[in-house]
């Protein structure tokens, strides 16, 4: 697929060290009310019928489901259209991504992509569109294009030309103003056994809160705060992280705290190819919500949009009875919990800049049209093989109406195992308004609540 015009010219603008184009006039912000959805996909569904109209997403939660309760599964009479298998998959090619051929071709017949009717339920708050239309015409990067100015609460470029500005939109997408939540990480073995990490998070996103100036909030995208509460060996170890707008000025703040040791120390190399902590090696920091962090270590190229079938509405990962035990399979989380479903999105090409280091070569990225989250990747080596594939399994939460991930998996290849980020085995539902203040994420706060 080739880059079109306009994204080729804001690279080189880029690499002139100006500004790129980013301001869009108020003409083609109009757009956004009218072929356009407020965060910019196209409202339209595809010819051939197969993907729908966006109608304004799953903005009202389903009947029956009760506020304080784990979001119930809305489409839970739907039978899969089909299923795609290693037997089967040059049927489906032209609507694969690369790392789910590589996974089909190497896991063989027991790996199964189900493949439903697509339903275009991303939705979020009034506010939210609101500001994405103002942003539209006022967004602009930073001339390093570490960063971003004129802009609050969502994705700065609802109308990108190039790709630095699709990842910033994915990087400062909407997620809610706070949450809290419980759930577990684990790195299984090839067999399929697991010791799930069992954790409590704690966000304040300081660059989504209503009413709020970027210049209020000293170069912070959010605050979070991590608590492990099992296995015993690793209980009461906290993280706390703030997130920086621009990293290479300000970068990463990253504090941890280790009940064995009682002591709280700064993690100065939370970034970038870092391995995640507690892992395995599996992932790298910069892998979590499968991308996060300065983009300066990459060449981003807009590459297009495309029909692809990606993991979406993932209610069944999302239930108290699908427990660890029945998503962890050996080599695969269980296909029979997933579901996947055709949608355009945009598809952005990272490759490492000379000179630089990174474990990942060339990255490839998907970004729901609908939402700007990333729903899959693809990383690969510096001697360009495929390395790794990543998943995020999405929902639309009712509380807040926010689109964002229940279930995290990143594959590894060349290891055949997998990290996976969100078990929650009845843990309770997201709290979108669990009432945080700014100074229960500082370093004397951690102090506290570790009682040291």
Known sequence: MRICFFAAMATLSLMLGGVALAKVSVTEAARLGSDLTPIGAT???????????????LSTPPAGWQR???????????????FINQANLGLYRDKLTDGHLAMLRQYGPDLV????????????????????RANAVNAELLENGNGVTKTIMTSPFPIPRNGLEAVWNHILRYRGEQVSFRSAFATPTREGSFNPILTEYGYYFAYSEPDTELADIDNKIFYLKTRIMA???????????????DQVRSPRLAWRYESGSRRLRRSPNLAYETDLPNSSSMRSVDQKDL????????????????????????????????????????????????????HRVWVVEATLRTGLRHIYGKRVFYMDEDSWQIVATEEYDNEGKLWRVSEAHNISYYTEPVFWTTIEVTYDLKAERYFIDGLDDGQGPYDFNPGFRSGEFTASSVRRDAGS
């Not at 992509?113 to 994405?132: D, G, L, N």
């Not at 807009?302 to 962890?328: D, F, R, S």
């Open 68 to 82: 304080g309760k784990i979001e119930t599964n809305p489409f839970s009479d739907d039978k899969p259209l089909f």
């Open 113 to 132: 992509m189900p493949v439903y009717q697509t339903r275009r339920t991303a939705a979020f708050p009034e506010a939210v569109y609101e500001k994405s």
């Open 291 to 342: 991308y996060n962090g300065a983009p300066n270590q990459y060449e981003w190229e807009l590459k297009g949009k495309k029909e692809i079938y990606v993991p979406y509405n993932a209610y069944k990962l999302h239930q108290p009875e699908a427990t660890g035990e029945k998503i962890v399979k050996p080599r695969h989380i269980n296909p029979e919990l997933t579901r996947y479903e055709l």
């Open 43 to 57: 409202r339209a569904g595809n010819d051939a019928g197969t993907i729908p109209a966006w109608t304004g997403g």
């Open 231 to 245: 296995p015993s060996i690793l209980a009461g170890t906290i993280n706390l992280v703030h997130e920086t707008l």
